[in-house]
């Protein structure tokens, strides 16, 4: 698990932003070195956003008045749901995704691109 902060910075987060962006240069690093025959490995890694756990909303599932700026900045204007990062790892490990290796698959509801 890396997080999209490994591909794009965010002011007063260079500590939490370079380890991720480790995490993205160790899963490229290994994906080039266990991908090759006879017995090749995909290493991918998911890049999230704020995914709502109980830990990020209230027991009300309201979200928490510290994470509403950073949900609403993206796109989507919503939390990811806990079951759309299993779900990405599902697909990481089909032979849908046969072709990928070394890549950092961005699920944040579009925060990247905004």
Same mark, same amino acid.
């Given at each position: ?11 007063q ?6 380890? =991720?962006v +480790? *995490? ?9 070195? $266990? @991908?090759?025959p /006879? ?7 998911i ?11 209230a027991?009300?599932?309201?979200i928490?008045?510290?994470? =509403?700026? +950073? *949900?609403?900045?993206?796109?989507m204007?919503?939390?990811?749901? $806990? @079951?759309?990062? /299993? ?11 046969s ?16």
């Amino acid at each position: 698990m890396a997080s999209q902060l490994g591909i794009v910075g965010r002011m007063q987060a260079a500590d939490f932003t370079a380890s =991720k962006v +480790a *995490v993205l240069s160790l899963t490229r690093s290994d994906g080039i070195d $266990s @991908s090759k025959p /006879p017995h090749p490995i995909k290493i991918n890694n998911i890049c999230s956003r704020v995914i709502a756990t109980p830990m990020a909303t209230a027991e009300s599932g309201e979200i928490s008045d510290r994470l =509403k700026k +950073a *949900v609403n900045i993206a796109p989507m204007e919503r939390m990811g749901l $806990s @079951s759309e990062i /299993p779900d990405t790892a599902v697909w990481l490990c089909s032979g849908e995704s046969s072709f990928m290796t070394g890549s950092g698959v961005v699920v944040d509801g579009g925060y990247i691109i905004d």
